[in-house]
Nanobody
Framework: QVQLQESGPGLVKPSQTLSLTCTVS??????????WNWIRQPPGKGLEWMGA???????YYSPSLKSRTSISRDTSKNQFTLQLNSVTPEDTAVYYC????????????WGQGTQVTVSS
């Protein structure tokens, strides 16, 4: 059973960098053909895909967030990390990490989500 767990600060000040880590257990983030994603849901809105890091280490970003987003990984810890720069209150959301197979139509495992509030 694969498990994903998000961690990071729940409160970030405007203009600062939001940094979240997803720790994966029960499966390796380097296993072929899996992509490890960051997805968020602002209050009252739908899910927004932010970006992903592939089993190979390649990264992919939402065009709307690309200039502010960086995703990296630590294979020794089986973790991947999201950094979102220059945050504003509009970045307040529940942030999720999730796994999807290259040939699948939907995510098969999700973290429980972590609330991040951007406020001074």
């Amino acid at each position: 059973q694969v498990q994903l767990q998000e961690s990071g600060p729940g409160l970030v000040k405007p203009s600062q960098t939001l940094s979240l880590t997803c720790t994966v257990s029960g499966g390796s983030i380097t296993t072929n053909y899996y992509y490890w994603n960051w997805i968020r849901q602002p209050p009252g809105k739908g899910l927004e895909w932010m970006g992903a890091i592939a089993y190979s280490g390649s990264t992919y970003y939402s065009p709307s967030l690309k200039s502010r987003t960086s995703i990296s990984r630590d294979t020794s810890k089986n973790q991947f990390t999201l950094q979102l720069n220059s945050v504003t209150p509009e970045d307040t959301a529940v942030y999720y990490c999730a796994r999807v197979h290259r040939y699948a139509d939907e995510y098969d495992y999700w973290g429980q989500g972590t609330q991040v509030t951007v406020s001074s």
